[in-house]
């Protein structure tokens, strides 16, 4: 199973607190949403096509959306806490040569 990497390079695990830019705003503000990676999601017939579970930061279990883990960096997501805050110390994806 492949993985989802942050805009540093950083693989996205469970339970990582994502940055996540949402809008530029009056007097060229930014602004941001923060997501928890909530896990692995198997769906499919025969649950066999694996997606990561973001949340919104809320207790409702309900609310989350998913993306494919197909090693790409996701050039607005930045990984800001996570559960054992090893993020900066893990293996970080290859550059394409």
């Known amino acids: 199973m492949s993985a989802l990497y942050d ?3 950083i693989p996205i695990e469970r339970g990582d607190i994502v940055k996540v830019f949402h809008f530029i705003g009056a ?18 017939k025969d649950a066999s096509v694996p997606y990561v579970k973001f949340g919104h930061m809320t207790f409702n ?7 494919r883990p197909d090693g790409r960096a996701l050039a607005a997501y ?4 996570s559960i054992k805050c090893d993020h900066d110390e893990r293996q ?6």
């Open 78 to 81: 930045e990984i800001v806490q």
């Open 27 to 44: 007097r060229r503000k930014r602004h941001y949403m923060y997501k928890q990676c909530l896990g692995f999601m198997m769906i499919g």
């Open 7 to 9: 805009k540093r390079g």
């Open 61 to 67: 279990e309900d609310e989350y959306y998913l993306e």
């Open 92 to 97: 970080r994806k290859p550059e394409a040569a």
